[in-house]
């Protein structure tokens, strides 16, 4: 049963930068696509990024690009979200979930929630004005 943890989040100001990490239990990066999403207060939970099972990843959030970079450390079973120049507004609770890749597709990568089944607990990311 593949279980995941995010950590990293906490309160950041203004243009600064966070890392975000998901650890995997019971089964290998290898096998998964990862998927970061975001919940801002009042909101729908959105789809930010994606890696695939493969190594590849998808931004869906235009705003992210070149400032949000997903890498992945195989010998820690855990992907990362680093997130630089932050801005207010991306105020949320920062989630991943994973997708079996056998099931979805080695290259895979989805936007939608209900598109993976497992999901970690949440991160709170605060950035301040």
């Known amino acids: 049963q593949v279980q995941l943890v995010e950590s990293g989040g906490g309160l950041v100001q203004s243009g600064g930068s966070l890392r975000l990490s998901c650890t995997a239990s019971?089964?290998?990066?290898?096998?998964?696509?990862i998927g970061w999403f975001r919940q801002a207060p009042g909101k729908e939970r959105e789809g930010v990024l994606c890696?695939?099972?493969?190594?590849?990843?998808?931004t869906y959030i235009d705003s992210a690009v070149g400032r949000f970079t997903i890498s992945r450390d195989h010998a820690k079973n855990t992907v990362f979200l680093q997130m630089n120049s932050l801005k207010p507004e991306e105020t949320a609770v920062y989630y991943c979930?994973?997708?079996?890749?056998?099931?979805?597709?080695?290259?895979?990568?989805?936007?939608?929630?209900?598109?993976?089944?497992?999901w970690g607990q949440g991160t709170q990311v605060i950035v301040s004005s």
């Open positions: 019971g089964a290998t990066l290898e096998s998964l696509s």
């Open positions: 979930a994973a997708v079996d890749a056998g099931k979805s597709g080695p290259y895979y990568c989805g936007k939608g929630i209900n598109e993976y089944d497992v």
């Open positions: 890696v695939n099972s493969q190594g590849i990843t998808t």
